[in-house]
């Protein structure tokens, strides 16, 4: 069994995408990097660059981990949901059936991850499985003074059950919207993480591991942009279910 990280990120920080490279080898045996801007955000293209490029390729030497890296011609028209769905096709090129995949983005590091993990991984007869998010931010902080908002002690922050793994089924893909993850078992589609609209498929638990996002400490301007993208696809409705 192995673990395929898959990394879709645009514009990000060196110093960011090291780090989430560099904990990726924790539980990872193959990262597949995408790059490219999505269609409706400001002023994107194919490519953040060869810093960024450079910053991937030799974390993920140095930690051990194999690399597949993907730079488009052109921003992804379809966004997210083409995208992401195109992160797993490649990934279906390394792996099979009995291999998963861990979503990751340029604002994850994974702070912890027991080494039972990939052992309840291997085992389990489940599709999916959810992991800790823990967000390490200040609601009070006054946004005026800062766009960082940052707290230090990682106890008090929250921590939410969200879906990363998922097995590399085919037709492992994002239907309609970047949250609905779908799949196929023979002749049946299942529901990996729905979207309100179907049961989804239970989930194995691995919220003892524990992955920081860090979006809310993202460098204003580049925040900014990011809003402005989900903001326009909102406003189009594109993600519309």
């Not at 960082?148 to 929250?158: E, K, L, N, R």
């Not at 609905?180 to 729905?194: C, S």
Request: glycine share 6%; net charge negative.
């Amino acid at each position: 069994m192995k673990v395929i990280g898959v990394l879709c990120w645009y514009d990000e920080s060196p110093t960011w995408l090291c780090a989430t490279v560099a904990s990726a080898a924790a539980i990872c045996d193959h990262l597949v990097a995408v790059d490219g801007a999505y269609a409706l955000f400001p002023g994107g293209s194919g490519s953040s660059g060869a810093a960024q490029h450079e910053a991937i390729a030799k974390t993920a030497e140095a930690v051990g981990l194999g690399l597949t890296l993907h730079v488009p011609n052109a921003k992804w028209t379809g966004n997210e949901v083409e995208k992401r769905s195109y992160s797993y096709r490649l990934a279906a090129t390394i792996g099979c059936e009995e291999d998963w995949v861990l979503v990751l983005d340029a604002d994850d590091v994974i702070l912890q991850c027991p080494s039972t993990v990939r052992e309840r991984l291997h085992d389990t007869d489940l599709m999916v499985g959810q992991v800790s998010h823990l967000e390490r931010w200040d609601p009070h902080a006054d946004p005026s003074v800062s766009s960082y908002a940052h707290v230090a002690d990682v106890s008090s922050s929250p921590r939410v059950p969200i879906r990363k793994f998922f097995r590399l089924l085919p037709g492992l893909r994002c239907d309609v919207t970047h949250f609905h993850h779908v799949a196929y078992e023979g002749d049946h589609t299942l529901h990996l993480w729905g979207n309100g609209s179907w049961p989804e498929e239970p989930a194995l638990d691995c919220t003892d591991m524990v992955i920081e996002h860090r979006t809310r400490l993202r460098a204003r301007e580049r925040a900014r942009r990011q809003q402005a993208y989900y903001q326009t696809r909102d406003v189009a409705g594109i993600e519309r279910a």
